[in-house]
């Protein structure tokens, strides 16, 4: 699979799908631009590239926010380059039954989600048109298909479905692909966050969970940004509009 120098954003980037979405890229010759609300944790990430010879830059910026939004993109441009690659990974959980989900927590999920998406987008494609090239990558889930608790969660995880499509028809011309990476169970600091937040033991939850999945086995970061990493390359220009599930055997 061939790379190129191309300046890659990934939103969400400081730990989990993210980090390690921005480590696998930078690996193939990115240079990316590590995204999240807080500067020094993205800086960690930065670090960890660095220290592998890549190029990266740590970025403070609330993907729900359009003045953070157009400043982020704005010293990526400057500081790296014009960016070719966006992965839409940020996201936040506010689970609960809908008789219990405040307004507060409806509003957080869709404005990181979905705003945050619609945002990073918008500021990154004119980047992208004007290069003729481009690469973007959203972060939906198989909670898209609904989930006890996650309402809003599920909600948003299916629009960005829709709002993948919509882009890889109105941007398709201009050599801009869009698709969506739909993960499964993946081990991370939110999956466990979640076991706690419901009382429940993690390692139970992940041998549940494991048992229901066709190569049994929980997902890993990694595994999510290989999906990604293809989806972002030169060979996949001919890829667009898709929703790829990763979730370690078929969904409904």
Known sequence: ???????????????????????????????????????????????RI??????????GCDVSDPDQVEAAVRTVAERLGPPAILVNNAGVLRDNLLFKMSVE???????VHLRGAFLMSRAAQAHMTEQGW???????SSSAQGNRGQ????????????????????????????????????ETAMTRA?????GVNFDDMKAFKESEIPVR??????????????????????VSGQVVYVAGGPLD
């Open 105 to 111: 927590d409806w509003d957080t999920v869709m404005n």
């Open 1 to 47: 699979m061939s790379a190129t120098p191309r300046v890659a954003i990934v939103t969400g980037a400081a730990r989990g799908i993210g980090a390690a979405t921005a480590e696998r890229l930078a690996r193939e010759g990115r240079s990316v631009a590590v995204l999240d609300l807080k500067e020094s944790e993205a800086q960690e990430v930065v670090d």
């Open 50 to 59: 660095s220290a592998e010879g890549g190029s990266a830059l740590a970025v």
């Open 134 to 140: 481009g690469r973007i990558v959203n972060l939906s």
């Open 151 to 186: 309402a809003n969660y599920s909600t948003a995880k299916a629009g960005l479905q829709g709002f993948t499509k919509t882009l890889s028809i109105e941007l398709g011309k201009f050599g801009v692909t869009c698709n969506a990476v739909a993960p499964g169970f993946v």
């Open 217 to 238: 086995r929980a997902g890993q970061p990694e595994d999510i940004a290989n999906t990604i990493s293809f989806l972002t390359s030169e060979d996949a220009g001919y």
């Open 194 to 198: 979640t076991a706690e937040r419901i």
